[in-house]
């Protein structure tokens, strides 16, 4: 079946062939020029060539040697005879070897080669060619002719401007053949120089260069190629697979070269293994005969810092300088068995290392590693817990040295000192407490200079190397110790015989301060009493003081025993302070005060008394002198104080009261004023009494109730009830005679006031004016209210008076009037429109009233306003209040 497939597979090129000879004749010179520079590439091999491949090949002779040779194979004995049928036989040799290779020859006789038959001669030479040369190539699973262009394509496809998708057109350029080569050997052609419309010197840079470096026959000439249309597709694929024999050929030099290079590769690889290791195991023997002795020295260090060095250096070796090592010899053994791995592979001997070198011998040396490392950890261990012992005592003995030395530090200097003599009493028993806490802390300590002496003890059992300053300094404790015993015994007399004599002194200093602290303060208040400036104001008030002083007086006899007393206990003081030479630090602690003190004080209590005598004469004198004024002064005010009081009645009920006109009643009020006014000099009299008064300093008077600022009020009072009747009068007339209010209204008016002035203070409050105004008809909400009382009390006071009142009835009776008078005028004025404008108001009225009701109108804003319009509220209001709408 393959054969057969051959077959068919090359006849269908030949058919081809057959017709493209008939079509193209141009075809059948390239073919020729092509396939004669095949063959010759061959025969010279051989030592031969041929001319015209029509003629050398008629007699069988050198076409069986052309087969030879591309074969490799050898063909049957040939006839060397020059007759026809000898020929003949030859040329069967050669069609009956082809075609025991699969190719199946169709209308290819002997005698059509044997005659010279050009067209029969290229079909057997094509299909040789197609045998031998383009069968056997396969690229990626495709063979022959799809193999060769796969090929093409594959090496061209890096370059621009070249396209390979047959075996005429793609080539006619010459970049493709230029591609083939500058793929595989870029020094041969400068590619970037070329240019697709130059095919000429592409072709010829192309064959010239195939022919001189890669040992390619030029098989076609550039113009063949360039001059024809459609190139022969036979010629350039016989062409094209020369190159790629030529560089396939290369290719297997290469991997054969390769190859020996990686045997090469392996060998040297292992030799390097083999040195590696030697090396490797050198240094790691040589590492292990080095640790060895180090890590079997026992020698002991006397300081626990130096074990300690010894422990870290031992930690540095386990941390730092082991691991490697056991990762140099773990990869020692992958090296020696990757090597006799690849030994065996490559069938080469057995690597055996050195004398020593072992893998066996490595492994005893690194086991007498570890036995030496552990027996030298168990040995650092064990000595450093015995220097741990032993610096663990003498830190002991250091810290107990050490706490106990500064306790006693400073504590001989203490007992030494003899603070006790200057001290008073409460200082040396606290000197005694602080004694008595010492000597217990003492005998605590007692302990630890014991346990001190013990701990040397045992260091110098277990022969500590620092033993000597050791014992030296428990010594130098031990003595201190006994010093320290006897002096305390010495401070605790001296503390107790002090204490006793400085008793007896702080109960004599007790006595003195009980004694002398109230007999001081008696002193000091006498003093202040004596010297003390008393105010009075009454003769009971003096005599009271005269009386008391005498008494103090009476007392001074028996005063004095006790001050002779009080300084005697003084005296016994300093006797037994001079008795026993007393040390006295200080004064006496139970008081501050001193014999020299009351000596002195009690000097000038005695200088005190006859000056008080004095005092409290001259005091009496103007007491009496005061009393004769208060009377002068309360036999006016008794008087004075009740006329004003019976004036301001009476003006009260003039002004409420309704007898005859208003003129009447003022001119009954400006004669009651007169009357009045002429009563100012027994005022200004009263004040000349009361100016005497306040010179003498007298500040009450039980005499009388009435002072002199009551009497001013009330005078003052009554000056401005007068005249504020008078003008209410007065003002009563004017609205009178303005509003035509008759006299008759004017009583109705005050009899309305009067009867809801509940008061009778001739002023209604807020809530009677308003039950008044209910009573008169009005229907009031609190809105409405709020209005009126906005315009009878301006000031918010919350009261109407009666001026207010009949102001606001007036105003109440002239509204509608009023009202009319508006609408009268806004209807002149304005005449037919809903407002009036400013213009019409300054042509009707003077400038200066137009301009006052202009700046008070609001503008106009109706539907039909119009610029300068005003509304006809704010005209009202400027012309009449909006008290009046």
Request: aromatic residues 8%.
């Amino acid at each position: 079946m393959e054969h057969c497939d051959g077959e068919n597979e090359y006849m269908q090129p030949e058919d081809d062939w057959d017709r493209d000879m008939l079509l193209d004749p141009a075809w059948e010179k390239q073919q020729r020029k092509t396939f004669t520079a095949w063959c010759n590439s061959h025969l010279r091999k051989a030592g031969t060539q041929i001319e015209n491949i029509e003629e050398d090949f008629r007699d069988g002779l050198k076409l069986m040697l052309l087969l030879e040779v591309i074969s490799g194979e050898r063909l049957a004995k040939p006839e060397r005879g020059k007759m026809r049928v000898h020929k003949i036989s030859n040329v069967n040799k050669a069609l009956d070897f082809i075609a025991s290779k699969g190719v199946k020859l169709v209308s290819i006789g002997a005698e059509e080669i044997v005659d010279g038959n050009a067209k029969m001669t290229l079909g057997m030479i094509w299909t040789i060619i197609l045998r031998f040369a383009i069968q056997d190539i396969s690229v990626e699973e495709t063979s022959a002719k799809e193999g060769l262009l796969l090929w093409c394509q594959r090496k061209t496809a890096p370059y621009k401007n070249v396209n390979i998708q047959n075996f005429h057109i793609s080539w006619k350029d010459g970049l493709g053949f230029c591609a083939l080569i500058h793929r595989h050997r870029p020094e041969l052609i400068d590619y970037g120089k070329l240019r697709k419309d130059d095919p000429m010197t592409n072709l010829n840079t192309a064959f010239d260069v195939a022919e001189k470096y890669l040992d390619i026959p030029k098989m076609l000439d550039a113009e063949d190629i360039v001059g024809t249309a459609r190139p022969d597709e036979k010629a350039i694929m016989t062409y094209v697979s020369s190159f790629y024999h030529a560089f396939s050929g290369a290719q297997k030099a290469e991997t054969a070269a390769n190859r020996i290079c990686k045997v090469l590769a392996v060998n040297q690889e292992n030799e390097q293994l083999m040195e590696d290791y030697e090396k490797l195991a050198s240094d790691l023997l040589e590492w292990i005969r080095r640790t060895i002795p180090w890590l079997e020295n026992r020698l002991p260090e006397n300081t626990m810092q130096g074990m300690q060095q010894k422990l870290e250096d031992f930690r540095d070796y386990r941390r730092l300088h082991k691991p490697p090592k056991v990762q140099e010899k773990c990869q020692l053994e992958i090296n020696f068995n990757t090597l006799q791995t690849k030994l065996r592979l490559s069938n080469r001997p057995a690597f055996m290392p050195s004398e020593g070198r072992m893998v066996s011998d490595i492994n005893n040396a690194w086991g007498n590693l570890e036995g030496a490392e552990k027996g030298y950890e168990e040995w650092l261990l064990n000595e450093i817990r015995r220097l741990e012992r032993l610096d663990h005592l003498a830190e002991k003995f250091r810290q107990k040295a050490a706490i106990h030395e500064a306790w006693t530090e400073g504590k001989e200097e203490l007992l030494q000192k003899r603070d006790y003599e200057t001290a008073s009493l409460s200082e040396i028993k606290a000197l005694l407490k602080k004694h008595e806490a010492f000597e217990s802390d003492l005998a605590a300590h007692q302990d630890r200079v014991e346990q001190i002496a013990a701990i040397a003890q045992e260091l110098n059992e277990l022969d500590y190397y620092d033993s000597p300053s050791v014992n030296a300094r428990c010594q130098r404790i031990c003595d201190q110790w006994d010093a320290l015993g006897a002096m305390t015994m010495k401070r605790t007399e001296a503390l107790q015989r002090t204490e006793k004599l400085l008793e007896t002194i702080d109960q004599l200093y007790l006595e003195f301060a009980k004694r002398a602290a109230p007999f001081n303060n008696w002193m000091e208040g006498a003093m202040e009493d004596l010297q003390d400036t008393f105010i009075v104001h009454t003769i009971e008030e003096i005599q009271g003081l005269s009386t008391a002083h005498e008494q103090f007086k009476a007392t001074l006899p028996e005063a004095d025993k006790e001050r002779q007393s009080i300084l005697g206990i003084h005296n016994e003081i300093a006797k037994i302070v001079q008795t026993y030479h007393v040390n006295m630090a200080g004064t006496n602690p139970y008081t501050t005060i001193n014999p020299q003190e009351i000596n002195a004080k009690w000097d000038k209590v005695r200088q005190l008394v006859p000056q008080r005598d004095q005092a409290l004469i001259e005091e009496h004198a103007r007491q009496q002198n005061n009393e004769r004024l208060r009377r002068q002064f309360a036999t006016q005010a008794n008087v004075i104080g009740p006329w004003i009081q019976n004036k301001m009645e009476e003006i009260g009920r003039i002004s409420i009261e309704m007898h005859g006109t208003l003129e009447d009643q003022l001119t009954h009020l400006r004669q009651y004023e007169k009357s009045i006014i002429n009563y100012k000099p027994k005022i200004d009299q009263l004040e000349g009494d009361h100016q005497l008064i306040q010179e003498a300093l007298i500040f009450d008077n039980k005499h009388t109730n009435y002072t002199m600022e009551h009497i001013r009020v009330g005078w003052e009072q009554l000056l401005t009830t007068i005249a504020r009747t008078i003008n209410e009068i007065e003002n009563q007339i004017l609205t009178r005679d303005a509003k035509g209010i008759s006299q008759d209204q004017l009583n109705e008016f005050r009899a309305s006031f009067n009867h809801f002035d509940r008061k009778r203070t001739g002023i209604m409050d807020a809530e009677d004016f308003k039950t008044c105004l209910i009573s008169m008809g009005y229907n009031l909400g609190e809105n409405e209210f709020s209005r009126i009382m906005s315009v009878v009390d301006p000031n918010r006071m919350g009261i109407v008076t009666f001026q207010a009142f009949i102001d606001f009835m007036s105003r109440e009776t002239a509204d509608t009037d009023t009202a009319d008078q508006v609408m009268a005028s806004f209807k002149v004025l304005a005449g037919d429109k809903n407002y009036i404008l400013a213009d019409e108001l300054r042509r009707e009225l003077p400038p200066d009233q137009a301009d006052y009701c202009i700046a008070r109108m609001a503008p106009y804003t109706g539907p039909d306003a119009v610029p300068g319009a005003l509304d006809y509220m704010s005209f009202s209001t400027a012309l009449y209040g909006e008290s009046d709408l």
